[in-house]
């Protein structure tokens, strides 16, 4: 059960294909909140720390007009973050505090500008529950746990905490508060050998009224939702290949009232592995790309590295 946006302005000829990349932003910059991969949110054992080192590459390409393909907006976003876990019973079921601690270096360019940025990121925290399958076990009694079918709670705060600078046209930083809740149902017919999970995400934002750029006041954005699939497979003991989907739809994103035409519709497909490098150590690789999108919404792919220590 434990697993683990920057907004740019530009000219009325730009502002859509910038925004949209705000959007899809969302999804893939951030692999620790915003990006799942399988296995995310396996059983752990209580009264432990869980570390997670995530670093994600990922690179958009978007017809500045939100037609010309030749004109358009390339993008790229390298983020890091830690992510710091405490496991906890809760009335004898798994339970956990996390706090995120993402840094983002971007930059974006076109025929007709160039920017970049990097800093700290949204500071978060998230709190999560198993609703059934996952007993509090302690370390001792883990060692014996068989995997079972089970689905857990999850939900993340970010705070507009990150760098931010009004006059920027890209930030690590959004300004405002991100809210994240997330429900996973992971199947498992054998024992944990095969994985079959979905995830339903939602995501909801506050008004960042600091947003100067360009001659704009305030940026706000609807909800946005996400629904993943993940099948994976062991190889090996301590080995395993995962296929996943993603599906966004919503998040459109308004400047000063006026809606900018960006929501998402986005299906992206991946795959991924995982390796068990050493005791309570797991190494987790992730390739995903865009495969459907509306007109002038960004093509993008994404790379993901995820390190995972049990403590």
């Known amino acids: 059960m434990i697993g683990g946006p920057s907004t740019m302005y530009q000219p009325r000829r730009l502002g859509r294909a910038v925004a949209a990349l705000s959007v899809l932003g969302l999804a893939a910059s951030s692999s620790a909140v915003f990006a799942g991969s399988a296995r995310d949110y396996l059983n752990a054992p ?3 720390w869980l570390t ?3 670093l994600d590459y990922s690179r958009f390409v978007t017809p500045a007009d939100g037609v010309d393909a030749t004109s358009n907006v390339r993008s790229n976003i390298l983020s890091q973050s830690v992510v710091v876990t405490r496991t906890m019973d809760y009335g004898g079921r798994t339970g956990g505090l996390s706090v995120i601690l993402p840094y983002r270096h971007m930059e974006a360019s076109s025929d007709a500008f160039r920017a970049s940025a ?4 949204d500071l978060g925290f998230l709190w999560q529950i198993n609703l059934f399958g996952g007993p509090a076990l302690t370390k001792e009694q883990f060692r ?8 857990s709670f999850h939900f993340v705060v970010l705070t507009p905490l990150g ?3 009004a006059t920027s046209p890209l930030n690590p930083g959004s300004n405002r508060w991100t809210f994240v809740p997330t429900i996973n149902y992971s199947y ?3 024992q944990g050998w095969t994985w079959l999970e979905a995830y339903f995400t939602a995501k909801a934002f506050t008004i960042n009224s600091d947003y100067r750029v360009g001659g704009a006041s305030s940026l706000s954005q609807k909800p946005l939702f996400v629904i993943e699939g993940h099948a994976s497979r062991n190889l090996a003991q301590g080995f395993w290949v995962s296929a996943d989907a993603y599906y966004n739809v919503g998040g459109e994103t308004s400047i000063d009232g006026v809606a900018q035409g960006n929501a998402a519709n986005t299906l992206r497909l991946g795959g991924g592995m995982g390796l068990r490098v050493w005791t309570g150590g797991e190494a987790v690789l992730n390739y995903e790309r865009v495969v459907a999108k509306p007109t002038g919404q960004p093509d993008a792919q994404s790379v993901r590295l995820t ?3 049990l403590w």
Not at 118 to 121: H, N, R, T, Y
Not at 144 to 151: I, N
């Open 118 to 121: 990097q800093g700290p990121s």
């Open 46 to 48: 209580i009264d432990s």
């Open 307 to 309: 390190i995972k220590q």
């Open 52 to 54: 997670f080192y995530n």
């Open 163 to 165: 760098r931010y600078d």
């Open 188 to 190: 498992t017919p054998d």
């Open 144 to 151: 014996f746990f068989v995997p079972q079918t089970f689905s």
